[in-house]
């Protein structure tokens, strides 16, 4: 069955960075689009970035553009967040998704179009 696992969350002070995996498993995973979404305490789950299949295509929230990048090792099924410049208001739990559609040209934002979702890795900064 489909199973995404995030890890490297942890606690960081503001202005440092993180980078936290999501190994992928039970699909065909260098056929679909990635994404990472978040959500933080008493807040709705909110898009974060996604990548397209063959990670030729990345696409960022405003919140986050200029700081955060995603990578994808399809050889290790895996795909990557990379956080840097972190600030307290990226507090939230960090969630991986796969998209619904096989080798999509977009990366879709809504969460609806997203079918498996792995269990979250929590990310704390601090002031």
């Known amino acids: 069955q489909v199973q995404l696992v995030e890890s490297g969350g942890g606690l960081v002070q503001a202005g440092g960075f993180l980078r936290v995996s999501c190994a992928a498993s039970?699909?065909?995973?260098?056929?679909?689009?990635m994404g990472w979404f978040r959500q933080a305490p008493g807040k709705e789950r909110e898009f974060v970035g996604g990548?397209?299949?063959?990670?030729?295509?990345?696409y960022y929230a405003d919140s986050v553009k200029g700081r955060f990048t995603i990578s994808r090792d399809n050889a290790k099924n895996t795909v990557y967040l990379q956080m840097n410049s972190l600030k307290p208001e990226d507090t939230a739990i960090y969630y991986c998704?796969?998209?619904?559609?096989?080798?999509?040209?977009?990366?879709?934002?809504?969460?609806?179009?997203?079918?498996?979702w792995g269990r979250g890795t929590q990310v704390t900064v601090s002031s």
């Open positions: 998704a796969k998209d619904k559609r096989i080798a999509g040209t977009s990366i879709r934002t809504g969460s609806k179009e997203y079918e498996y």
């Open positions: 990548i397209n299949w063959n990670g030729g295509s990345t």
């Open positions: 039970g699909f065909t995973f260098s056929l679909y689009a």
